[in-house]
């Protein structure tokens, strides 16, 4: 998302303020960020991802949610929308109105040129605070691309990324897989694989 606006208040004025505003912010130390708009494709790439994982996990102790559920990382107090979570067990939120989840199991963001920074970057690193999270998806609108990562047992992150049409996005947390024809359904994007630069193989 474009950060577009900022306005300065606490964390409770934010919240107030939020819960009377069309608008979404994201909210970090004192400062709020207004959130721009997506384009068609990201909005549709959001909607395949909630989707598909929530035909998946129907039955199952787990639930779903898109980009209206906010989030608190309450180690490091940032709030924000991530376009798709996914939250099993018992439920938790910030009070009784039950819009500011706290313990997401799955994260998926759709990348923009805007915002692609922030998600792999430090918008990774407070998510890497939350102690429920085992997997934290990105998801290219420009081609057929997932990163995927994990945690390890030993606390690190591992990434695997995917490409194209045969690919399969395999979330074993929740014993899940997706493949990538179901996140780019009806997107209007070609399947394709990045491919690297033969610059990087030619011997000098």
Not at 92 to 115: A, C, G, H, W, Y
Not at 139 to 156: A, C, I, K, L, M
Request: proline fraction near 3%.
């Amino acid at each position: 998302m474009n950060v577009v606006e900022k306005l300065k208040m606490t964390a409770r004025e934010y919240l107030a303020a939020e819960r009377q505003n069309e608008l979404k912010h994201e909210f970090f130390d004192g400062e709020a960020f207004a959130m721009a708009g997506g384009t068609r494709r990201h909005s549709r790439i959001g909607v395949n991802v909630a989707s598909v994982l929530n035909l998946r996990l129907a039955g199952k102790p787990c639930q779903v949610f898109n980009s209206d559920m906010r989030l608190k990382i309450e180690a490091t107090g940032l709030y924000t929308y991530p376009d798709v979570q996914v939250a099993c067990g018992r439920l938790r939120f910030e009070d009784e109105q039950e819009d500011t989840l706290l313990n997401p199991k799955i994260i998926v963001e759709v990348l923009s040129d805007s915002s692609a920074g922030w998600d792999r970057g430090r918008k990774f690193w407070h998510y890497r605070h939350l102690d429920s999270l085992t997997d934290y998806v990105l998801v290219s609108q420009d081609v057929w691309q997932v990163e995927h990562y994990t945690r390890q047992p030993d606390g690190n992150w591992l990434l695997e990324t995917l490409e194209g049409a045969k690919a399969t996005l395999t979330l074993r947390s929740i014993k899940t897989q997706v493949r990538l024809t179901d996140l780019y359904m009806n997107t209007g994007l070609k399947p394709s694989i990045v491919k690297p630069s033969l610059n990087h193989h030619r011997k000098q």
